[in-house]
Nanobody
Framework: QVQLVESGGGLVQAGGSLRLSCAAS????????MGWYRQAPGKQRELVAT???????NYADSVKGRFTISRDNAKNMVYLQMNNLKFEDAAVYYC?????????????????WGQGTQVIVSS
């Protein structure tokens, strides 16, 4: 019923920039915190950045000053602007959102994930 679809990944040279987008769709009542996570081969998935519905931000130390998360509540979108990309930023990036849906007579809140978009950083 709810779907998150990421886009914008690809191949970029070290020092370059990419902008990831994530669109939420479906039977959405309200979207709370949205975020980006990443998983490199052989590593655990890690938080990159989150943004609350009201705009509060949280970044991993490794991306502070280089990445910017933003959202458009009217469009149910979240973005990740990635600048000065480093080799260690290469990973599959996943969009996450805390979404409330109307189910029967109640509202159910759960975390949803996108399918991921790959970012490759080359020399």
């Amino acid at each position: 019923q709810v779907q998150l679809v990421e886009s914008g990944g690809g191949l970029v040279q070290a020092g370059g920039s990419l902008r990831l987008s994530c669109a939420a769709s479906g039977n959405i009542f309200v979207i709370g915190t949205m975020g980006w996570y990443r998983q490199a081969p052989g590593k655990q998935r890690e938080l990159v950045a989150t943004i609350a519905r009201g705009g509060s931000l949280n970044y991993a130390d490794s991306v502070k000053g280089r990445f910017t998360i933003s959202r458009d509540n009217a469009k149910n979108m979240v973005y990740l602007q990635m600048n000065n990309l480093k080799f260690e930023d290469a990973a599959v990036y996943y969009c996450s959102a805390l979404i409330s849906t109307v189910q029967g007579m109640g509202i159910v809140q759960s975390t949803h994930w996108g399918q991921g978009t790959q970012v490759i950083v080359s020399s």
